[in-house]
C-alpha cells in the first residue's frame, strides 16, 4: 500500500462506486454512516467525528443518547469496517483508492492501492498458440493437422516451445471429446429436468466466453499454499491453511507449491496463498494471488496476537471464509475475469439467490445446476445445493421447478451425501431439509457433521447454530451464530434472520432489533418482514411499524391474517410460534393468532 493522500475528487468518486456497489447494496444504514463519515471528513470537520453526533446526524438518536446502553453507533461502526473489508477484497479489489475507518474511531482514512502485475509480458509465439487454438476448438480437422504440423521428428525431443504448443493441442483435444459427450448424453438423456438444452447452453457459454474454453465442466478452482516465511507464527498459519483448505467443497485444494511457470491459460483459475513474513517482527503476511497474473487479490496482516495457538484458528477462519465460498474473493474474481466453468457459474448463481432470494434468481440457479444434473454431474455440491433450492422451491411456492416437493427435495440430498460422504455442503444440506421437516434432534446431528467436517468455514457453524436454534435451544446456537457473524466480513440474510430469533428469544431485543435492521434489503419473505415490524416496535420506532404493517398486509395478506398457520408450517418450535405471534399482535398486525 502507498500511503500518500488521495485527491478529494478521487475520494468522492471511490465514495460513490462503494455506495453504488453490490456489497452496499444490502445495508442503508452502512451506506448513510459512510457518505457521512467521509463527507464530513473531507469538509474539515474530522475533530466532529464523534460517537455522540453520529448518533443523532446519522440515526436519528435525540439529547437524551447514552452511548454507555445504546451500542448502535459502535455495532454499525463496526459492520461498516467489516463491508469495507470485504468489499475491497471482492468487487472493489481493483479500486484505486481504499477507504477504511480505523478502529477505535470514527475518522475515515484512504491509501493508493497497488496493485500487482505480472512482471513479464507473455512470449510472442505464446499469445499466437493460444490464438490458434481457439480457431481449432471450432474445427477438429483442423486441430489435427495443426498438430501434424507441430509433431517433431521421430528420435528427436520436442524444444520447449513447441512442447507448449503440444500442451494447448491436448487441452483443445479434451474439450472437442468433452463437447462431443455432452452432445452424446444430450440426445440419449431425453428431457431434461428442467426442459432446457444442457449441450447448447454450454456451448452458447464457451462461445461467449462466459466459461473457460479449456475447463471440463465440473472443474473448481485450484488453490495451493506457498510458505516464504520462517517462523513459528508462520508454521501455524500454515497448518491451519492446510486444516481449512482440505475441508471447503469449492475448491481443489493442493498440498505442495504450483509446478512451473505460470501459465494464462492453464492456471487462469489456479491460486495461491503466500505466507510471508509481515511488517514487524512475529507478524505474518498471507496473500492469496492469481497464480496466471500474479495478482495480489487478498492481503492481510496477522499480528503475532493473531498467530497464537489460541487465536489463529479463527484468524484463519476468518480469511478463508471470505475468499473461498462462492461468495468470496476467488469467485468473484473468477467472475470478474469472466472465467467461469460450468460448475463455478451455477454457484455463483446459487450464492446470488441467497442474497436476494427472489423468484428469478432462484429460477436461474436452480436451471443451472439442474443442467449439470442431466448431465450426471460427480460433484456433490451439485445435488446439495439443488436439494436446497428444490426446498425453497417447494416452501415458497416459486413456479420453476412445477410441482416441488420436500420429498424430491430429500432425494436430492441423499444423493449429495451419498456421493460425498465427507462434503460439509452435503452434510448441511441433508440437515437444514430434516430441520424443515421438524426432525430437531437428526438436523443438528448432521449440521453438527458439517461443521465437524470443516470448523475453518464460518457458514457450517452458522448453520449449525441456525439448527440449535430453530429446534429451540436458544441459549445453545445464539452465541455461536453471533461469533460466526462477528468473524465473517459479510454473510447471507439467513445468518441475521437466525440472530433475531436468537437474540429475541433470549431477551436481548437491542441486539434482536439491530440483527432485524439487516433483513431491509430482503422483502420477498414474510418472516423476515415479521422480523423487522417486531425490531422496529422494540426500538420504538412506531412510524416505521405502521409501514411494515401496511406493506405485509398487501405483500403478505395470508400471512399478516394467520401468522401462527405460517410458523407452524415452517415446524418452528412451539415456544417460539407463540412469542413470535404475541409479538406481531403487540406490534399492531391485525390480529395475529
Known amino acids: 500500500m502507498q500511503h500518500a493522500t488521495p485527491a478529494a475528487p478521487a475520494v468522492r468518486e471511490t ?5 453504488a456497489s453490490e456489497t452496499f447494496g444490502r445495508s442503508e444504514r452502512a451506506r448513510k454512516l459512510l457518505r457521512y463519515l467521509v463527507e464530513r471528513e473531507q469538509a474539515g470537520d474530522a475533530d466532529k467525528l464523534k460517537g455522540f453526533s453520529i448518533a443523532m446526524d446519522v440515526f436519528g438518536k435525540d439529547g437524551d443518547f447514552d452511548p454507555s446502553t445504546d451500542a448502535v453507533v459502535r455495532v454499525q461502526a463496526g459492520r461498516l469496517r467489516d463491508l469495507l473489508q470485504h468489499y475491497f477484497a471482492n468487487e472493489g479489489v481493483a479500486e484505486p483508492i481504499r477507504i477504511a475507518i480505523p478502529r477505535g474511531g470514527y475518522v475515515p482514512s484512504y491509501e493508493l ?78 428431457a431434461l429436468l428442467a426442459g432446457g438444452d444442457a449441450a447448447s447452453t454450454i456451448e452458447s457459454a464457451v462461445a461467449t466466453g462466459s466459461i473457460a474454453p479449456w475447463a471440463p465442466i465440473e472443474t473448481l478452482p485450484l488453490v495451493y499454499i506457498a510458505v516464504k516465511a520462517d517462523s513459528a507464527g508462520a508454521a501455524r498459519v500454515a497448518a491451519s491453511l492446510r486444516a481449512g483448505l482440505s475441508g471447503f467443497d469449492t475448491v481443489n485444494f493442493i498440498g505442495r507449491d504450483a509446478e512451473g511457470p505460470p501459465d494464462p491459460v492453464t492456471d487462469a483459475i489456479s491460486f495461491v496463498f503466500d505466507v510471508l513474513p509481515g511488517p514487524t517482527a512475529g507478524d505474518v503476511t498471507l496473500e492469496l494471488q492469481s497464480v496466471a497474473t500474479g495478482r495480489v487479490l487478498l492481503s492481510r496482516n496477522l499480528t503475532a496476537a493473531d498467530s497464537t495457538p489460541s487465536t489463529v484458528e479463527d484468524s484463519v477462519a476468518g480469511i478463508l471464509s471470505s475468499a473461498i465460498p462462492a461468495s468470496g474473493t476467488i469467485y468473484n474474481y473468477i467472475e470478474q475475469s469472466g472465467i467461469q466453468t460450468g460448475l463455478t457459474e451455477c454457484l455463483l448463481l446459487n450464492d446470488k439467490y441467497y442474497l436476494d432470494q427472489s423468484a428469478k434468481s432462484h429460477e436461474a440457479a436452480y436451471r443451472c445446476l439442474e443442467n449439470l444434473a442431466t448431465l450426471d454431474a460427480k460433484s456433490s455440491l451439485v445435488y446439495s445445493e439443488l436439494a ?68 475453518y468455514d464460518l457458514s457450517m457453524a452458522a448453520a449449525y447454530a441456525y439448527g440449535l436454534i430453530f429446534a429451540g435451544r436458544y441459549r445453545e446456537g445464539t452465541p455461536i451464530l453471533a461469533h460466526a457473524a462477528e468473524t465473517s466480513s459479510a454473510h447471507p440474510t439467513w445468518w441475521d434472520y437466525g440472530l433475531f430469533v436468537g437474540q429475541f428469544m433470549t431477551g436481548d431485543m437491542n441486539k434482536a432489533a439491530l440483527a432485524s435492521d439487516a433483513l431491509q434489503a430482503t422483502a420477498t419473505k414474510s418472516h423476515y418482514l415479521a422480523a423487522r415490524l417486531i425490531g422496529a416496535k422494540a426500538a420504538g420506532r412506531d412510524h416505521l411499524a405502521n409501514e411494515l404493517v401496511d406493506e405485509m398486509t398487501v405483500k403478505f395478506p395470508k400471512f399478516a391474517a394467520d401468522p401462527r398457520a405460517t410458523f407452524v408450517e415452517r415446524r418452528y418450535p412451539a415456544d417460539l410460534t407463540d412469542r413470535l405471534v404475541e409479538a406481531l399482535r403487540a406490534a399492531g398486525l391485525g390480529n395475529a393468532s
Open 15 to 19: 465514495l460513490e462506486r462503494l455506495l
Open 113 to 190: 492501492n497497488a496493485i500487482r502485475l505480472p512482471v513479464d509480458p507473455e512470449p510472442k509465439e505464446h499469445v499466437e498458440a493460444v490464438a490458434d487454438l481457439s480457431g481449432s476448438l471450432e474445427e477438429p480437422g483442423m486441430a489435427a493437422a495443426h498438430a501434424a504440423s507441430l509433431m517433431p521428428p521421430v528420435g528427436r525431443e520436442p524444444p520447449p516451445s513447441l512442447q507448449r504448443h503440444l500442451q494447448f493441442f491436448w487441452l483443445a483435444i479434451v474439450l472437442v471429446i468433452a463437447m462431443l459427450g455432452v452432445l452424446i448424453l444430450r440426445q440419449g438423456s431425453g
Open 388 to 455: 436446497g433450492l428444490h426446498l425453497e422451491a417447494a416452501t415458497d411456492h416459486y413456479a420453476y421447478p412445477a410441482g416441488a416437493t420436500i420429498e424430491q427435495a430429500m432425494s436430492l440430498a441423499r444423493r449429495a451425501v451419498q456421493m460425498g460422504p465427507t462434503s460439509p455442503y452435503a452434510h448441511r444440506a441433508y440437515g437444514y431439509l430434516n430441520s424443515r421437516l421438524g426432525n430437531s434432534e437428526e438436523s443438528i446431528r448432521w449440521m453438527r457433521k458439517a461443521y465437524e467436517l470443516n470448523p
